[in-house]
Nanobody, 123 residues
């Protein structure tokens, strides 16, 4: 599985960005997808996840109500719509694929990772 994340950039606080993660190499519908982020000097943090087939979603408390994860099977792509961005949302955002198990917030369960896309929020 190869994952290609894109859509990061510089945005003012309160603004929006939409991240995309294009998947290739296996049948997209067979894996759960997640977004994680990591700021300098901090641990990798769960952001959101979506199940392989029934649309179940999980969010971290810090982004709930502001971020929305979705997937498009026809495009083999998962999205992260980020609204009302805050300075604390600034980080390198990674998409990840889990080909086994139940939907998880634990990054250790995810097998495949994209290269990351940088989100910078100016105040």
């Amino acid at each position: 599985v190869q994952l290609q994340a894109s859509g990061g950039g510089l945005v003012q606080a309160g603004g929006s960005l939409r991240l995309s993660c294009a998947a290739s190499g296996r049948t997209f519908s067979t894996y759960n997808m997640g977004w994680f982020r990591q700021a300098p000097g901090k641990e990798r943090q769960f952001v959101a996840a979506i199940s392989r087939s029934d649309g179940i979603t999980y969010y971290s408390d810090s982004v709930k109500g502001r971020f929305t994860i979705s997937r498009d099977g026809a495009k083999n792509t998962v999205f992260l719509q980020m609204n009302s961005l805050k300075s604390e949302d600034a980080a390198l955002y990674y998409c990840a694929a889990d080909i086994t198990g139940r939907l998880s917030k634990n990054y250790k369960q995810y097998t495949y990772w994209g290269q990351g896309t940088q989100v910078t929020v100016s105040s």
